[in-house]
């Protein structure tokens, strides 16, 4: 066997010290369990060591920040990846979108059927083809959150029409690039209405800061 194929699969350890960087509390007894759960399938050397490849690093990464980003149960990113090895393409060619269904998004938010039914009631959230993104996911993650200090999704219908305000502002800047039909003007329209959104949330933090201030006497 050549030293090409040798260093085509690493040690276990070998795959620890490669992944501690970005995810300083993974372990052998993690990396293990995610093998238990059957979310990777390492080869085996004839005496029964574990042999990694760089593949098997890939989506142990996808894995990792699935979890610690996104906050999503082994079993939605199990699912996730089953769906994505039917296509024509690897881990390592980015990550799957996020579509939950209904239990999976109310579980990997934290909230009940009924936060649920009322986010979508009120226009926060609507699932595509019944399925919900990465977006619903925030948004649900957010409301849930926002319902600890007593502020329910019929609360946050303001924030809705605010948002919908300022989209408008952003489609009636790239209007323009948007009629040149030239090429890369989607591209330019796009980075375009990326800066422009970036720059409303600073101004929405901080004249928000100010309002706070205000309402507190300081």
Same mark, same amino acid.
């Given at each position: 066997m050549s030293?090409? @194929?040798?260093?085509?699969? !690493? ?10 960087? &970005? ?12 093998? #238990? %759960? ?9 005496? #029964? ?35 994505? @090895?039917?296509r ?9 979108p ?8 109310? &579980?990997?938010?934290?909230?009940d ?5 009322? !986010? ?13 993104? #990465? ?9 849930? @959150?926002? @319902? ?7 609360h946050?219908r ?5 948002? &919908? ?21 989607i591209? %330019?329209?796009? %980075? ?8 409303l949330? &600073? ?10 201030r ?5």
């Amino acid at each position: 066997m050549s030293a090409q @194929a040798v260093r085509a699969f !690493m040690s276990i350890g070998e795959v620890l010290a490669l992944l501690q960087s &970005e995810f300083p509390d993974v372990t052998v007894s993690k990396i293990r369990f995610l093998e #238990g %759960e059957g979310l990777i399938e390492p080869q085996r050397s004839p005496s #029964g060591y574990r042999k990694f490849t760089f593949n098997d690093v890939e989506r142990l990464r996808y894995i990792l920040r699935a979890q610690r980003d996104q906050y999503l149960p082994l079993r939605v990113i199990k699912d996730q990846l089953d769906e994505q @090895a039917a296509r024509p393409h690897s881990v390592s060619g980015g990550a799957p979108p996020v579509r939950l269904s209904r239990e999976e998004l109310i &579980e990997a938010a934290g909230i009940d059927e009924e936060t649920l039914a009322e !986010m979508e009631s009120f226009g926060l959230v609507a699932p595509v083809a019944r399925r919900y993104d #990465g977006e619903a996911l925030e948004i649900a993650r957010s409301v849930g @959150a926002l @319902a600890r200090f007593g502020l329910q999704a019929r609360h946050l219908r303001a924030v809705r029409a605010a948002v &919908e305000r300022e989209a408008g502002l952003i489609e009636q800047a790239v209007a323009p690039l948007l009629r040149r039909k030239a090429p890369g003007a989607i591209a %330019e329209a796009d %980075e375009t209405a990326r800066e422009i959104s970036g720059l409303l949330q &600073e101004l929405h933090s901080a004249l928000l800061r100010g309002s706070v201030r205000g309402v507190l006497g300081r």
